[in-house]
């Protein structure tokens, strides 16, 4: 029996502002416990929330991304439930009236493009922290009041690996955006998902369970792909499917019952007293409209038509916005973009990988990438050499054209040079040298070999190879 997997998914993106939702307190992670706090973030009785209007920029920015409609009128709503980290008693929260409504993400490749739906996106505070240790139970409230995005996909994803691409693909549009650091393991992207299965070909969807804790994509992916499995075997064996939520254990690879969610809660929303309705006019949104800078799917499809580079490289060279940014300083120097793009994806992207940095910190500037490349094609260094030069440059920061100086890297194209250094291989090898002679031209490249050796690389391949055959002609 073929089974087909549901999924939709519901994120929460903590917003990169400096100050919480409702108060002046810093949202800054390495704070002592409790220091960032105030009455209002402490929900201390007669303490008033006053609305963080960069919360709602950032949300707008995103919803318009999203291709979400925007609410002209927000309403913000108590959502009523008791919990330790949770001083107020309730989680302020938008219910009936979100501030963006059905919009959509596109995943997949240009001729096969699924359209996953965006059922709504609503702003929220976030509750503390609790720390259980052997000694009790802890509080810190300094995470009460940071500003949440919750963004509620349709159920219209199919596979564990479009789950994920979705999720990375919206990561990519709050980075782009700057609206959140999209840091899974710190917590400011968490990944709640709803799985059902249901026979192909069924109309009904199965009963779903939620899964949480997954706190990155790769887990997230083996998380749903257990889920997915977990669920076909308990109906196969003829069970059935519990709503409950489910936690991943990583360390264990399976999904583990967390709590039964077969009664729905009744939270007892209502509209928050304290905060008036947030009205947003057309031109404030037309105003943050154009301050959204190109998205990854745009950018790598200019990549692709404006620098000729096949759509994997555009792909990954839009990984990021700095990474963008660094392909096209590059390109503005050096004509050839494909070259350009195989150093980056090559040789840059490796070393910044082994390092653990950031392209923004890197040493290797657009200018010293290109005069490099300037170096090869002007036959000034080949391109073997070249990769030695690189290395040095990320390690120094030194222009390439000093590393050559210091190094004595410069490439050897003097014909008399080259020949007398021929001659040397070949008084040397006399057997490979009659062999040769003999018919077998296949020997060449141990003598050509040879020479690159002596020279240390250093001179030019090409030359070798036709000289050494004009010498070896000679008799
Ligand atoms: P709940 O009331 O349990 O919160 P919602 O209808 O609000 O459920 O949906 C929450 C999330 O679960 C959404 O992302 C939605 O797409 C997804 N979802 C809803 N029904 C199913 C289902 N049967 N299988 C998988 N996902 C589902
Ligand atoms: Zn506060
Ligand atoms: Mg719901």
Redesign the pocket.
Known sequence: MQYEP?????IHAQLKTNTKIFCNCSTSFDQQPNLSTCPVCLGLPGALPVLNKKVIEYGIKTALCLNCKIADKNIFARKNYFYPDLPKGYQISQFELPLGLGGFINIGEKDNQKRIGI?RLHLEEDAGKLLHRADGSLVDFNRTGIPLMEI????DLRTAKDAKEFVVKLRDILLYNGVCDCNMEQGSLRCDA???VRKAGAKE????T?VKNMNSFRFMQKALEYEIERQIDELESGGRIIQETRLWDEAKGVTVSMRS?EE?HDYRYFPEPDLVPVMVSVQWVEDIRKTIPELPDEKKERFVSQYNIPEYDAKVLTTSRDLADYFEDCAKLYSDAKIVSNWIMGELLREIKNDNTDIKDCSITPKMLTDMLGLIKKGVISGKIAKQVFEDMYKTGDAPQDIIEKKGLKQIMDPNAIRSIIKEIMAGNPKQVRLYRQGKTKIIGYLVGQVMKHTKGKANPQLVNKLLAEELKRD
């Open positions: 549901v999924i939709g998914l519901e059922t509620v996909s349709e159920p709803n799985i059902s969807f199965g009963v779903k939620e969610k729905a």
